[in-house]
């Protein structure tokens, strides 16, 4: 089980599955995973482990929104 934006779910993978899965534009989003932002050309190779944290923002006309 991991914590996406406060949300508890079941995910194993990576960083990029994880947003495909969630059907977020890799490259309209920062992510960060246990306190730690994920360079863009990590998410293939990231892997997502049970009990991991993942904050996701998107980036919206006018500012941010989570």
Excluded: P
């Amino acid at each position: 089980m991991i914590t996406v934006n406060g949300e508890k779910m079941n995910f194993s993978g990576t960083v990029s599955q994880l947003l495909e899965v969630l059907e977020y534009n890799e490259k309209r989003v920062a992510v960060e995973l246990n306190y730690n932002i994920v360079s863009k050309s990590k998410y293939g190779n990231t892997e997502i482990s049970d009990g991991d944290t993942i904050e996701i923002v998107r980036f919206v006309g006018g500012g941010w929104f989570l």
